[in-house]
């Protein structure tokens, strides 16, 4: 079996701070991990996967996230917020067995950015 | 297309009536998902297309939900008897096959959002 928690719902910095999303799976195999963003009344935009390759990756809008086995962790992170960073953002497991590929969602995490 | 499109993006229905919605995934991909997102909720998995391999309809939540896929390109979310509690977006969402290593992440499109008075 596989899970993903987000351990905030509701995240709140000002700009110009430092972002930390929290993110932690549970898995029997080896996943791969996504970082997805929704605007308000958009759809998911991808921000960043790890695949197995580095366990430090960069994504789009400055946006990073390091995969953790030790710790099973994938923390999305970012030097300096900026108030489009607003957004709801959900931390993605895919699981793979060879024969099929499954997806489980966190349940989100609602970041506010303020002046 | 360049992306993921779903139409309609707005739908407003009475209870009781059944209601269509479209998603057109991005040529060449060959999975294709649709989820539903309630007002401040996450995601809801519904069903997942691979393929010609038969659908991953576990995620359907009663009978009045089904969906297809012609031709291994568009699909079409149909629910008879709309309830309120259908109200919601539904999103589609579709992907390259994964293969270890790579693929597997999904592109969205922006989602149809049902009211159901």
């Known amino acids: 079996a596989q899970s993903v928690t987000q351990l905030d719902s509701h995240v709140s910095v000002s700009e110009g701070t430092p972002v930390l999303l929290r993110c932690n799976y549970s898995?029997?195999?080896?996943?791969?991990l996504f970082w997805y963003v929704q605007h308000p009344n958009k759809g998911l935009q991808l921000l960043l996967k790890?695949?197995?390759?580095?366990?430090l990756v960069k994504g789009i809008n400055g946006f990073e996230a390091e995969f953790k086995k030790s710790e099973t962790s994938f923390h999305l992170t970012k030097p300096s917020a900026h108030m489009s960073d607003a957004a709801e953002y959900f931390c993605?497991?895919?699981?793979?067995?060879?024969?099929?590929?499954?997806?489980?969602f966190g349940t989100g995490t609602r970041l506010q950015v303020t002046l | 297309g360049a992306g993921v499109s779903q139409s309609p993006s707005n739908k407003v229905t009475e209870k009781g009536k059944d209601v269509e919605l479209r998603c057109d995934p991005i040529?060449?991909?060959?999975?294709l998902y649709w989820y539903r997102q309630s007002l401040g909720q996450g995601l809801e998995f519904l069903i997942y297309?691979?393929?010609?391999?038969?659908?991953?309809k576990s995620g359907l939540p009663s009978d009045r939900f089904s969906a297809e896929r012609t031709g291994g390109s568009v699909s079409t979310l149909t629910i008879q008897r709309t309830q309120q509690e259908d109200s919601a977006v539904y999103l589609c969402?579709?992907?390259?096959?994964?293969?270890?290593?790579?693929?597997?992440?999904?592109?969205f499109g922006e989602g149809s959002r049902l009211t159901v008075l």
């Open positions: 969402a579709s992907s390259l096959r994964f293969q270890r290593g790579k693929g597997g992440e999904l592109f």
């Open positions: 898995s029997s195999y080896s996943p791969s």
């Open positions: 790890y695949t197995s390759a580095a366990t």
């Open positions: 993605v497991v895919l699981l793979y067995t060879g024969t099929a590929s499954k997806l489980t």
């Open positions: 040529s060449g991909h060959t999975a």
């Open positions: 297309f691979q393929g010609n391999s038969a659908p991953d």
